[in-house]
Nanobody
Framework: QVQLVESGGGLVQAGGSLRLSCAAVGSIFSINAMGWYRQAPGKQRELVAT???????NYADSVKGRFTISRDNAKKMVYLQMNSLKPEDTAVYYCNAELKISYYSGVRNYWGRGTQVTVSS
């Protein structure tokens, strides 16, 4: 069984920083991409940032220049460094991973339970 375990959320003032961490645990054969999504109250879940095995990174326009995604492939972890936080960054942040649990299995999408980030003005 595969789980994505997030940590690092919390309450911060505008202009502050937070670092989110996510560990992929369980029986994992390989991981393709890992990333972060967020969902604010009353809104749809949206992409924040993703990083592939090949080193490609993708960011939402709203976080470019403020957020940085990084991976530790050996530890099966992904991080999101969030700087210059704004009240509009307030949301539940979800870790996502595209991975295979065996050589013969297909690539599946997995989600963490989410961690709350609240930015006060």
């Amino acid at each position: 069984q595969v789980q994505l375990v997030e940590s690092g959320g919390g309450l911060v003032q505008a202009g502050g920083s937070l670092r989110l961490s996510c560990a992929a645990v369980g029986s994992i054969f390989s991981i393709n991409a890992m990333g972060w999504y967020r969902q604010a109250p009353g809104k749809q879940r949206e992409l924040v940032a993703t990083a592939t095995n090949g080193g490609s990174q993708n960011y939402a326009d709203s976080v470019k220049g403020r957020f940085t995604i990084s991976r530790d492939n050996a530890k099966k972890m992904v991080y999101l460094q969030m700087n210059s936080l704004k009240p509009e960054d307030t949301a539940v942040y979800y870790c996502n991973a595209e991975l295979k649990i065996s050589y013969y299995s297909g690539v599946r999408n997995y989600w963490g339970r989410g961690t709350q980030v609240t930015v006060s003005s």
